[in-house]
């Protein structure tokens, strides 16, 4: 999924590309013929640690791939991972060269959405309670060339990957924020909101930004209240407050994004720590304040203090 680097750090940045991978048209689950192919690479991988938790690489290393090759490493007993239902899946990434995680995350998935391909693929063929494990190329993860463009520390060009992923259970994810509307204060941005609940985000003539970090709830939700350590689904906007210009936007890429709550902006943070699922709100965030800082603006193409502008809805946290 192509996401913010306002948003997710450059650990995770597996999933940032954006695909459009088609689910079979006659069943809401993938046929046999498109999984990932098993091969002795991923064959020879062995991985220790409870199901959905911390995981580490117990074969020997360097693990070395030349193509993308998906193996079972444990059969779960649930039902086939459905196209059309979102489930809970725990994601580690590891250099295969030296066994070391890079990554490790809990998020709502689902198969096509708007993730790599490697990704995508690898949610296919499965069922609750399996773990597999995909290996591939680095260079096959992120492009030829790029792999330390990435910033990844210890990632080199020759390195191979090893993803591990965990199938846990069905979630449920709202389509847009639902409870009590709540009156906004005048020093706020407007927002209108549409029928499906996409926000569009003005700022009236002479409305002054505020100086420090602020957070405007809109609607109450009445779904549980999200914890530092969840993993959460959201529909976001973001806007520069100077210009009303939109930098980042869940749905212009057509779907929620999914991601771990220690994973954001302290400025995105304080709009879901201690809020409930369900809760639509406006965060204000200057540079110096929950921000990345004037020098992460300027190198944007933006001004030094400028303030950006989030509206999201918690539509899951597990």
């Known amino acids: 999924m192509k996401r913010s680097i306002a948003i997710i750090p450059v650990a995770l940045a597996f999933a940032l590309t954006l695909t459009s991978c088609q689910a079979a048209e006659d069943d809401s689950t ?8 098993s091969g002795s690479v991923s064959e020879s991988v062995t991985i220790e640690g409870e199901h959905g938790g911390e995981l580490i690489i117990t074969s020997s290393t360097p693990i070395s791939a030349d193509s993308v090759e998906r193996s079972v490493l444990i059969e779960g007993d649930g039902d ?17 060269r030296t066994g070391e995680q890079i990554a490790q995350l809990k998020e709502a998935m689902q198969q096509n959405g708007p993730y790599h391909d490697v990704l995508n693929d690898a949610l296919k063929c499965a069922h ?12 096959e993860m992120y492009g030829v060339g ?6 990844i520390p210890g990632l080199l060009e020759t390195d191979s990957i090893v993803l591990a992923f965990d199938f846990m259970d069905k979630v449920e994810v709202l389509e847009q924020a639902s409870g009590k509307e709540l009156t906004l204060p005048e020093e706020a941005p407007k927002v209108e909101i549409a029928d499906n609940g996409e926000p569009t985000i003005t700022f009236p003539e002479g409305l002054k930004a505020p100086e420090k970090l602020s957070v405007y709830p809109m609607i109450e939700g009445e779904g549980q209240i999200v914890e530092e350590d969840d993993a959460v689904t959201v ?21 929620p994004a999914d991601f771990s709550v220690g994973g ?6 304080e709009a879901l720590v ?13 540079a110096n304040d929950g921000g990345y800082g004037p020098e992460w603006l300027v190198s944007n193409g933006y001004e030094e203090d400028d303030v950006m502008v989030f509206v999201l809805d918690i539509l899951n946290a597990s």
């Open 128 to 139: 609750v309670g399996d773990r597999t494990v995909v290996t591939l190329p680095a260079s």
């Open 274 to 286: 201690g809020y409930k699922v369900g809760s639509r709100l406006i965060s204000v965030v200057p």
């Open 264 to 269: 954001v902006i302290p400025g995105f943070k």
């Open 146 to 151: 790029q792999v330390e463009e990435m910033g």
């Open 80 to 96: 086939a991972v459905s196209a059309e239902e979102t489930y809970m899946v725990g994601v580690s990434l590891f250099n295969g």
């Open 235 to 255: 529909h976001y906007r973001g806007v520069i407050w100077r210009t009303g210009e939109e930098f980042d936007s869940s749905w212009v890429r057509g779907a």
């Open 30 to 37: 993938v046929f046999a013929d498109d999984c990932i192919s």
